[in-house]
């Protein structure tokens, strides 16, 4: 009936359908719906102008058309997937004036199941290696408002979006690619399905999520140190623990260890100091690490810093009375310093020794009370012996820079064990001393600033080298490297600022290392010497006596004009007068009874300057003889004031 209707009224209402939709005078309790597959929807349509009949339109839940002013479109079991309800009203004073209002339904389906899985493979991953994650989501509809999202733990990685229109419910697949990294190994994976379906849609969106994929990541150990330095310590541990997986096993190195051993760590208290190589291992590969074990540090740290710390007051008193010669001292209630810990009854002869790379070295330690074993902690050699008071340390070649050898005693009454560090001086003078200017060669220019510098290569101790500067004879400078501690040979330099003048011309600059090793050292500190570096300085020409000169002409005298200026490249001299005919270029003095009067102007001149000089040469006057006349201009109390001087002959 309704097709009826429809068929006979539309040729007359379609153009008034086209301008007449936005007036429509019903109203629709909701814009669009959003109803889960098979559930329940209810819209009313309300007329707003009086009408001749309205109704719902649908393919399930419509209302057939009547005077009603309210009509509800109502479907308990919504399973239409393209349901298009419409309500339509006639209106005014003719029959055929209608117009209809449709309502968008969406119709969401939540996915029946979503799983997570790595494409193509199965067991634990590799690091290093892609590999494809894949979401199923199985029956879910609109796919247009599906997203997939992507997450590691509580991070969010990705999402995806699908461009499907279907609006019946589809499967889909997600893919995400990934890089097992380490950090990935026990990460949970997960994927969620979530329809997005705005305001009017479900709050919070309906989520439906993967079981978590637990990922496990094959890699193979690496340390993040691959060394490590210990000083030996009752409490510290040599650990080579190391993450990896499968999970690693150990093994230890070392020319101090009697056989291998494979636990994770070691307890540095019951090694000699040395190197310790420790090795994880896993199929995937392995990593070793070195750990260099040193003796205990200096005694009074030991024995000073863990009492004050460990102990209270009142058992530092009671330690106090029983350690009388220990000599603690205190003032008050406070200690103010560990003068020495003496108790120790060991004796290492020579206290301190001073040995070059290389050479032989002998020590002896003597215990001064029965000792049930005394020896030496060595990294190269280590020895000891049993009831013996003495024991001795001794290398052929000494070439070991991170040796610290220490003697120890273990006594059969208290002190039960002590131990004396020797002290030890390994040197090596220098391969080579080389002196330099820097950026510059020689000539150098009087007056500029320049860098000189003394490298010294490969020299220990540094703390010990003194660094001298030489120029000629004179110690100029000298260069110490005390605040430096390294123990094996290094690279030093040391620079010396010059501001050359013209006497420094020829200057022989040098520099030496010498290493103050001390009484212990040689009877000469080994000392190396740079070269001679030469300074070559270049000024400009200086006439040794500036003035103008006044000369008279006598019939017994020769006139002599000197021009000589002293300078570095060596000037050139140029004479100029109206009275010269002969050739005088480069002549410093001009010697010559024929010179007649007139004005002579020498020029000398190099590379770096130009000066020049006034001689006046006059006929001989009357009265007392004059041999010269000298006339010299000076600025005096502000003034320029002239100066003559006569030589008379009487
Ligand atoms: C529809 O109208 C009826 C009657 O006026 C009312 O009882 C009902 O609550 C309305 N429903 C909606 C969804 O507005
Ligand atoms: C659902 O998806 C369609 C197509 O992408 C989009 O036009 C619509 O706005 C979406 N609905 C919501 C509520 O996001
Ligand atoms: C490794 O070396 C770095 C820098 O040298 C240091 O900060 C870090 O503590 C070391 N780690 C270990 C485990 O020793
Ligand atoms: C060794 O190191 C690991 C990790 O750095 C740590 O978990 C373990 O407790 C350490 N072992 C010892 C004995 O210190
Ligand atoms: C020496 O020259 C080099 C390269 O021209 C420059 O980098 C350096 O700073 C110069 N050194 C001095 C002391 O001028
Ligand atoms: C270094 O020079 C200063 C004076 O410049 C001098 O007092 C000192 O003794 C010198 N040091 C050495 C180690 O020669």
Known sequence: MLQRFFGCVYLSAVSQLVTLTAECPVQLSQKSVVVEYGGSVAVNCTASVPHYGMGWEASEGGVDKTRDSVITWTVSDLREWD???????????????????????????????????????????????????????????????????????????????????????????????????????????????????????????????????????????????????????????????????????????????????????????????????????????????????????????????????????????????????????????????????????????????????????????????????????SVIAASHTQNDLSVQWRVDSLTDWIEEPICYGVFFTAPRQCEEKLNLVLYKKPDSVSISLVNHSSPVVEGREYQLQCEVQNVAPVQYLVLRWYRGKTEVYNHSFSELSPATPVQVSSTLLIVPNRADDGAQYRCEAELQLGAEGPQLPPTVQSEVLNIAVQYPPDFRSPEEEILDISEDSEIVLDCTAEGNPPPVYIWSSSNLQENTDNQPVLRAASLGPGEYTCTASNILGKKSKQFVIKHKSKGPETLRTNRRHTVLDGALRTFWTWEIKI
């Open 83 to 377: 349901i298009k309800p419409i309500c339509y009203i006639n209106y005014k004073t003719t029959h055929d004036t209608l117009c209809e209002e449709e309502l968008p339904v969406t119709i969401y389906k939540t996915p029946d199941s979503v799983s997570i899985s790595i494409v193509n493979h199965r067991g634990p991953m590799k690091e290093g290696e892609q590999y494809e994650l894949q979401c199923d989501v199985q029956d879910v509809a609109p796919v247009q408002n599906l997203t997939v999202k992507w997450y590691k733990g509580e991070t969010l990685l990705d999402q995806t979006t699908f461009t499907d229109t279907s609006i019946t419910p589809v499967n889909e697949v997600a893919k995400l690619l990934i890089t097992a990294g380490r950090a990935d190994d026990g990460a949970q994976y997960r994927c969620e399905a979530e329809l997005d379906l705005g305001a009017e849609g479900p709050q919070p969106p309906p989520t439906v999520t993967s079981k978590p994929l637990s990922a496990e990541v094959n890699y193979k150990p690496k340390h993040s140190n691959s060394t490590e330095t210990i000083i030996k310590n009752d409490e510290v541990m040599l650990n080579c623990t190391v993450m990896a997986n499968p999970a690693p096993t150990y093994t230890w190195h070392s020319e101090h260890l009697k056989e291998e051993i494979s636990s994770s760590t070691l307890p540095s208290s019951t090694l000699s100091p040395g190197e310790y190589t420790c090795t994880a291992t896993n199929s995937l590969g392995s990593d070793s690490k070195v750990f260099i074990v040193k003796s205990t540090v200096a005694k009074q740290d030991r024995v000073g810093i863990p009492l004050a710390s460990v102990y209270g007051l009142q058992q530092i008193s009671s330690i106090f009375i029983k350690m009388k010669n220990n000599l603690l001292c205190f003032l008050g209630l406070s200690i103010i310093g560990i003068v020495s810990a003496d108790s120790c009854s060991l004796e290492i002869s020579p206290a301190r020794v001073v040995v070059k790379f290389g050479d032989p070295v002998s020590v002896s330690c003597v215990a001064s009370r029965p000792v049930r074993v005394l020896g030496w902690e």
